[in-house]
């Protein structure tokens, strides 16, 4: 149960696209579609923004968008705004009904 | 709507135990599965442990694996974790958090609480 690699942090002007990177193995992210992003604003309960690697649940932002190629599943948010400033976190079905999360993206918007 | 209320927190000494609840309110409990979440002081998320709808499928993270016991009461819609031989490494904030699928032990969280603060030290 290693834990999924994510960039520490990321950052983008107001109007600019940013992607973030979850990074696993064949035994997690490479081995189901099952990826899922969270995002987490300080003292706040995170929130989901992408299940199943590229559905968006309801009331999340079609500028929030999700994709997956081989063992690395990545986060786009495209015309970023000062309220998409938070923490990201991604996490994979692991098998045997286990879950892993990354290690969490602080997103900067400049 | 979802509702999620985490309690049982607080100061606890090393090697000791607490019993974390959750009480859940707003959607038919016994159709989810749920987890506990944590995250340690200025570190990440990790998922702690799960427990489908009908309790058959119980999982834990290696980290907590034989210290830790999940448990949920469908009668009073209510989610437990049992955490005994506290280490230091197990302060965090813990969360109760709702899977996304009806009738499956899940794999994603469509609601989390707000959380509760366990500190474990001398």
């Known amino acids: 149960q290693s834990a999924l690699t994510q960039p520490a942090s990321v950052s983008g002007s107001p109007g600019q696209s940013i992607t973030i990177s979850c990074t696993g193995t064949i035994t997690d992210v490479g081995g189901y579609n099952l990826v899922s992003w969270y995002q987490s604003h300080p003292g706040k309960a995170p929130k989901l923004v992408i299940y199943d690697v590229t559905k968006r649940p309801s009331g999340i932002s079609n500028r929030f968008s999700g994709s997956k190629s081989v063992n690395t599943a990545s986060l786009t948010i495209s015309g970023l705004q000062a309220e998409d400033e938070a923490d990201y976190f991604c996490c994979s079905y692991a098998g045997y009904s286990t879950l892993v999360f990354g290690g969490g993206t602080k997103l900067t918007v400049l | 709507e979802v509702q999620l209320v985490e309690s049982g927190g607080g100061l606890v000494q090393p090697g000791r135990s607490l019993r974390l609840s959750c009480a859940a309110s707003g959607f038919s409990f016994d159709d989810y599965g749920m987890h506990w979440v944590r995250q340690a002081p200025g570190k990440g998320l990790e998922w702690v442990s799960g427990?489908?709808?009908?309790?058959?499928?119980?999982t834990y993270a290696d980290s907590v694996k034989g210290r830790f016991t999940i448990s949920r009461d469908n009668a009073k819609n209510s989610l437990y974790l049992q955490m005994n031989s506290l280490r230091p490494e197990d302060t965090a904030l813990y969360y109760c958090a709702k899977d996304g699928r009806r009738l499956s032990f899940g794999d994603y969280f469509d609601s989390w609480g707000q959380g509760t603060l366990v500190t474990v030290s001398s």
């Open positions: 427990i489908s709808w009908n309790s058959g499928d119980i």
